[in-house]
């Protein structure tokens, strides 16, 4: 068995995704630069915008990337300077390979070549689902300090049979209505699902290969994400990862408490982008 995979079906279809991805991006209207960096992973492709000394690094979740996060983008960059690491091994414009054991640890080392890559100051590591899990998984001294919204890595997910069907009708054949039912899920009650996500996670399901939730970081790996101040949120209605789930498990890991933002679900940094960029200040002093 290869020791690796590939995100894409085809070449075709990572040609249809880089080229989504590039005019979305172009079409942003907010100031950008975008970059290439080597990584152990890969080539890693980042997208820079905002200035001033705070710095952050947004960390997208497991289908996503910088031209599907524009929205807290936006609002982070309005705030400072803020970069968003395409995730390789993900749909997006960074490398496409992704290994089939101890992926969080190699994302982990990832990170801390990318920290080490855009410059000599600390940052604060935001990461949304997968990417908080990640940002855990890394033990660079560049963290100054980590934001884990809806976040993997901290307990195991678990879905009702409403949202399985929905996704492995998804998969089996994509179409935008399938990819809209999905969404509903992630969005709180009463709230439409963006067009542009619609027609990206029928892009994704029908040129790649998605993968499962991360599963629980080990123990030791947790224990000393304490070094750096950490902050723990979740949507009030998030489906993967609702407070009821989130709390007992960010409290006993990482010895915080939950932020619930309330009408909101997993989309959370969508449906209220605003007050993702609010999280950054609750983060606690540190320790």
Do not use: K
């Not at 100031?31 to 710095?55: F, K, M, N, V, Y």
């Not at 089939?100 to 935001?126: M, N, S």
């Not at 029908?206 to 994400?225: I, K, N, Y």
């Amino acid at each position: 068995m290869p020791l690796t995979t590939e995100v894409y079906r085809t070449p075709a279809g990572q040609q249809a995704v880089a080229e989504w991805c590039a005019a979305r991006l172009d079409r942003w209207p907010v100031a950008h630069e975008r970059q290439l960096i080597p990584t152990s992973a890969g080539e890693t492709h980042l997208t820079t915008a905002g200035t001033g000394s705070d710095l952050v690094v947004l960390l997208p979740g497991t289908n996503a990337n910088a031209a599907t996060y524009l929205p807290p983008a936006a609002a982070l960059a309005r705030r400072g300077p803020v970069v968003i690491a395409d995730l390789p091994g993900r749909p997006g414009l960074s490398a496409a390979s992704r290994p089939r054991r101890d992926r969080l640890q190699w994302y982990g080392r990832w990170l801390a070549d990318v920290l080490e890559q855009i410059g000599d100051r600390q940052a604060v590591v935001l990461g949304h689902s997968l990417g908080g899990a990640i940002a855990p998984a890394c033990d660079s001294p560049r963290i100054a300090a980590r934001v884990l919204v809806s976040t993997g890595g901290l307990t195991r997910l678990r879905v009702g049979p409403a949202l399985l069907a929905a996704t492995m009708s998804w998969l089996a054949r994509p179409t935008p209505a399938r990819s809209a039912a999905l969404l509903g899920h992630f969005v709180a009650p009463g709230h439409t699902v963006p067009s542009t996500l619609v027609d990206w996670y029928t892009l994704v399901a029908r040129h790649c290969r998605s993968t499962l939730a991360p599963p629980p970081l080990p123990a030791e790996t947790l224990r000393r994400c304490g070094a750096v101040p950490c902050l723990v949120a979740t949507g009030e209605h998030d489906v993967f990862l609702p407070p009821r789930r989130l709390r007992p498990a960010a409290r006993r890991h990482l010895a915080t408490a939950l932020h619930v933002i309330p009408d909101a679900g997993h989309l959370v940094t969508d449906e209220h982008p605003h007050r993702i960029t609010a999280l950054l200040d609750e983060i606690p002093p540190r320790p």
